[in-house]
T-cell receptor, first 111, second 115 residues
Framework: TQLLEQSPQFLSIQEGENLTVYCNSS?????LQWYRQEPGEGPVLLVT?????EVKKLKRLTFQFGDARKDSSLHITAAQPGDTGLYLC???????????FGSGTRLLVRP | KAGVTQTPRYLIKTRGQQVTLSCSPI?????VSWYQQTPGQGLQFLFE???????NKGNFPGRFSGRQFSNSRSEMNVSTLELGDSALYLC??????????????FGPGTRLLVL
């Protein structure tokens, strides 16, 4: 069974601080996606990384895919209250049209 | 363009009953995937449909089934409900091939409570 472990599970920080969320697996994924989910809504795709070692930036968010395509990280610079939500990583299984989701990191950014 | 819609949004059932959930994808999208989200297990893949055919299935018992219609709308059915089936059921649609590198758009989910 392929598993994606996310850490930390919960994070409560002050506005303006930086943070990093990690997504790790012993399995290789064809691609990896990061989502943010807010209460009462479905997850919204933030980014897809495909190539080992790839780094993508989305404003204050920086995403990195590990060289071996087994892990990924999400770094947020100068967090804002609007960043509050559940962050999920998801790995694609062998181009099989299915995603394996991590357990999620619940982020709270206090004003 | 309207997003993915799911009906109903909330549902309460009792053990042993069955339930049917509906998902209308974004217009023009042909792939629909279903996921179950619970606090303990997180988001888990149920199945994916493309052009009325199930292309992939997750590790759920046969009580969970689905189908897709010619207009790409999809339904999932859960028979003989158990307490552990209480969850948020999410569907996601994507434009053409259903490749996960193609953006999947999630609906708001149907929250099912089994008593």
């Amino acid at each position: 069974t392929q598993l994606l472990e996310q850490s930390p599970q919960f994070l409560s920080i002050q506005e303006g601080e930086n943070l990093t969320v990690y997504c790790n697996s012993s399995s290789v994924f064809s691609s990896l996606q990061w989502y943010r989910q807010e209460p009462g809504e479905g997850p919204v795709l933030l980014v897809t990384v495909v190539t080992g070692g790839e780094v993508k930036k989305l404003k204050r968010l920086t995403f990195q895919f590990g060289d071996a395509r087994k892990d990924s990280s999400l770094h947020i610079t100068a967090a804002q209250p609007g960043d509050t939500g559940l962050y999920l990583c998801a790995g694609e299984v062998d181009s099989s049209y299915k995603l394996i989701f991590g357990s999620g990191t619940r982020l709270l950014v206090r004003p | 363009k309207a997003g993915v819609t799911q009906t109903p949004r909330y549902l309460i059932k009792t053990r042993g009953q069955q339930v049917t959930l509906s998902c209308s994808p974004i217009s023009g999208h042909r792939s629909v995937s279903w996921y179950q989200q619970t606090p303990g297990q997180g988001l888990q893949f149920l199945f994916e449909y493309f052009s009325e055919t199930q292309r992939n299935k997750g590790n759920f018992p046969g009580r969970f089934s689905g189908r897709q219609f010619s207009n790409s709308r999809s339904e999932m059915n859960v028979s003989t409900l158990e307490l552990g089936d209480s969850a948020l059921y999410l569907c996601a649609s994507s434009p053409t091939s259903g490749q996960v590198t193609e953006t999947q758009y999630f609906g708001p989910g149907t929250r099912l409570l089994v008593l």
